[in-house]
């Protein structure tokens, strides 16, 4: 009889994902809307002389305040809940997750004042507002379902409206990247071009998202 193979049935173990990729690579997305809103309030508070372009911040500080310390809360901690091991952890998720509901209702709601309310720039134009209103109103949504969802202890559909509203709140991490290729090599685009830009990185976003969620359901049913 010959001997036994045991290297042969012994299980196949499974090598481990590396986990901190992907967080890693949004905090460096988020980056640069978390620098140019800390200038933001640099400038704010240092008493800088009043300008075309930034007279509506000073005119209505607040909206603009809340939106760039709860987008920066939104965006950093959220990076984290990307982590497997520590969206594991029940203690870590709840804690985490009850600063990012509010942090990102607030990025959303104050966005949206600000589309609404402020004296935007000719730069922005009428097509980026409407945008901003429809990306704005479902970020709200998606995090409201999010909400609605654990309440009612189905945390698969919680994970994934949770998801789809983080991809909306990186938007302008995003647009960086679709916008600062097209202005290194055509100059700085039209209104229309620029919205475009810009919705394109809410798009790009959302897709990522949806392509995230798909791979959860597939590891799920393995």
Excluded: C, K
């Excluded at 995003?174 to 600062?180: G, K, M, R």
Aim: no cysteine; proline share 7%; net charge positive.
């Amino acid at each position: 009889m010959p001997p036994l193979n045991i290297a042969a049935i012994q299980p196949v173990r499974r090598r481990s994902r590396p986990q901190w990729p992907v967080p890693a690579g949004l905090i460096l997305l988020s980056l640069v809307p978390v620098i140019a809103g800390a200038a933001r309030l640099t400038v704010m508070g240092s008493g800088t002389a009043v300008t075309a372009g930034n007279a509506r911040f000073f005119a209505s500080p607040v909206p603009v305040v809340v939106h760039i310390v709860s987008v920066t809360v939104y965006s950093l901690l959220g990076a984290f809940q990307f982590v497997p091991s520590l969206r594991g952890r029940r203690g870590w998720h709840r804690i985490a997750g009850r600063i990012l509901i509010p942090a990102g209702l607030l990025a959303a709601l104050s966005g949206l004042w600000m589309a609404l309310f402020y004296v935007l720039p000719p730069s922005d134009g009428f097509v980026l507002l409407v945008l901003r209103l429809i990306f704005g109103s479902a970020m709200v949504v998606s995090i409201v379902l999010g909400l609605r969802a654990i309440v009612r202890r189905d945390f698969i559909m919680h994970g994934a409206w949770m998801t789809r509203a983080y991809a909306i709140g990186m938007g302008a991490g995003s647009q960086v990247v679709t916008l600062l290729p097209a202005q290194l090599v055509l100059g700085p685009p039209d209104a229309l071009t620029r919205a475009l830009l810009m919705g394109a990185a809410w798009v790009i976003n959302l897709a990522l998202a949806e392509y995230v969620i798909r791979r959860r359901a597939q590891r799920r049913d393995r």
